[in-house]
């Protein structure tokens, strides 16, 4: 679990389909304007990328954002596997630093979606060790806590989770929507962290605070349940009554109706 969470900066990460002991080793995703990738495999060309509905790619171009945006066609609609060698090719070329950036980011996502999640884990910190003060650092942290927590290391998770609130401190001005949609998920994320460890009276602690929230993005229906429920395990009684008595009256046709009149 260590060796996951902090990899030295000098190991050699494996990113290739099939991985963790296979063959096809990439030495640096993210190429330097010094020393490009050594990659194993060959590099997409102009005439053998994967083509999909809408996305036929012209033969002869190098638009870097065209196969871009056919890599996040073929995510989107559930096609990973024929979105990553796409990726994979624009990393192993020559492209803008900012390109490079935005492939990996997505790699990783496509990576976490083909359910490869030690691998998915090195991408986002191969991310972290060549773009620390990047914007999207607090995000691509909370995507490695919730991958951590698909592992089952719930400790480690929390860790990132935190790293997400300390890493979004430093996020500009401007960026304050984004600040406060990135700290909403990351304080969902710890009180379902704490919810599933058994940890109900902290996970109540957070889904109180978390009721406090006016967003419009928060569940307020699966928060006060769980909080209900995390309540009545640790035997707060009258808080539980009581949180249980106003969601009836504000959710009175919720599917948790039933479980909350037995609490």
């Known amino acids: 679990a260590e060796k996951l969470a902090d990899p030295p900066p000098s190991t050699t990460a494996d990113l290739s389909p099939g991985s963790l002991g296979g063959s096809n080793v990439v030495q640096n995703y993210a190429p330097t304007s010094n020393s490009p990738s050594q990659v194993i ?27 871009l945006a056919m890599a996040r066609y073929l995510e989107n609609t ?14 192993a070329e020559n492209v803008p630093d900012s390109m490079q950036k935005t492939a990996l980011f997505e790699l990783g996502a496509v990576v976490r979606e083909e359910n490869d ?25 909370l995507r490695q806590g919730e991958i951590f927590r698909q592992m089952g290391l719930n400790d480690l998770a929390l860790g990132k989770f935190y790293s997400v ?6 996020l500009k001005n401007d960026q304050i929507d984004y600040y406060q949609s990135l700290v909403l998920q990351t304080q969902i994320e710890i009180a379902e962290t704490n919810y599933l460890m058994g940890r109900f009276a902290d996970a109540a602690d957070f889904y109180a605070r978390l009721l406090q929230n006016a967003d419009p993005g928060l569940n307020r229906t699966q928060t006060q349940f769980h909080l209900i429920r995390s309540l009545a395990i640790i ?8 949180q249980a008595q106003d969601f009836i009256s504000r959710y009175p046709d919720a599917d948790q109706v039933p479980e909350v009149r037995y609490y």
């Open 235 to 242: 035997g707060r009684n009258g808080q539980a009554v009581g």
């Open 117 to 141: 999640l030690p691998r998915a884990q090195t991408i986002y910190t191969q991310f972290l060790q060549r773009w620390p003060n990047d914007i999207k650092v607090p995000e691509v942290l």
């Open 41 to 67: 495999v060959s590099p997409l060309t102009d005439t053998n990328l994967p083509t999909a509905a809408g996305f036929a790619q012209p033969a002869g171009t190098n638009d870097f954002n065209t196969r």
């Open 78 to 91: 559930r096609q990973p596997e024929t979105a990553e060698p796409i990726l994979v090719g624009l990393l």
């Open 165 to 170: 609130m300390t890493s979004a401190l430093s």
